[in-house]
T-cell receptor, first 113, second 115 residues
């Protein structure tokens, strides 16, 4: 089904280092992707998005890379800060005519002081 | 603050009962999505409404139903509640033009505990 387990992979990064969070998406027809950050007890918060006609997009301290050949998405966070500690989800917009967003397995980012 | 408002924030109810969760989308957004997040599952897509019409259904149980009203707010009705329905229920909204993907913005969720 579309559910994903919450035995989350965890990435531990030293404060100030760069973080790279990876996501494999499921549908080659997906044409829009979003990265979300979710802090404990809160709703997912939009970070950055990318459309399938691009392979890279940069925001403030964040970069998303899209590799359609292998259906892979990554989120790079520069100079990781303690406030970046959260669970990060990628979401793909399945362009099947009934647009819906499917969320990938989240990754827990822990920033070490 | 995403601009999506959900009520109630917390709800405790008994098995077999029925509850209604409410969502007000961001101003101008026509699409509303409902997601369920429980401890042993990730974010599960339940249902999507666009401008009052149901557009897509995910893993939504028959005991659950939703609707979007003319003022674009949405309600998720959960009936014959079971312990396993305890979860965080998120509403999200987007501008929601049908032919393109749009960023969806999430509310803070409604915590439902079934006892």
């Amino acid at each position: 089904g579309e559910s994903v387990g919450l035995h989350l992979p965890t990435l531990s990064v030293q404060e100030g280092d760069n973080s790279i969070i990876n996501c494999a998406y499921s549908n080659s027809a997906s044409d829009y992707f979003i990265w979300y950050k979710q802090e404990s007890g809160k709703g997912p918060q939009f970070i950055i998005d990318i459309r399938s006609n691009m392979d890279k997009r940069q925001g403030q301290r964040v970069t998303v890379l899209l590799n359609k050949t292998v259906k892979h998405l990554s989120l790079q966070i520069a100079a990781t800060q303690p406030g970046d500690s959260a669970v990060y989800f990628c979401a793909e917009n399945i362009a099947s005519g009934t647009y819906k967003y499917i969320f990938g397995t989240g990754t827990r980012l822990k920033v070490l002081a | 603050d995403s601009g999506v408002t959900q009520t109630p924030k917390h709800l405790i109810t008994a098995t077999g009962q029925r509850v209604t969760l409410r969502c007000s989308p961001r101003s101008g957004d026509l699409s509303v999505y409902w997601y369920q997040q429980s401890l042993d599952q990730g974010l599960q897509f339940l249902i999507h409404y666009y401008n009052g019409e149901e557009r897509a259904k995910g893993n939504i149980l028959e005991r659950f139903s939703a609707q979007q009203f003319p003022d674009l707010h949405s309600e998720l009705n959960l009936s014959s509640l079971e312990l396993g329905d305890s979860a965080l229920y998120f509403c999200a909204s987007s501008v929601g033009r049908v032919n393109s993907g749009n960023t969806i913005y999430f509310g803070e969720g409604s915590w439902l505990t079934v006892v």
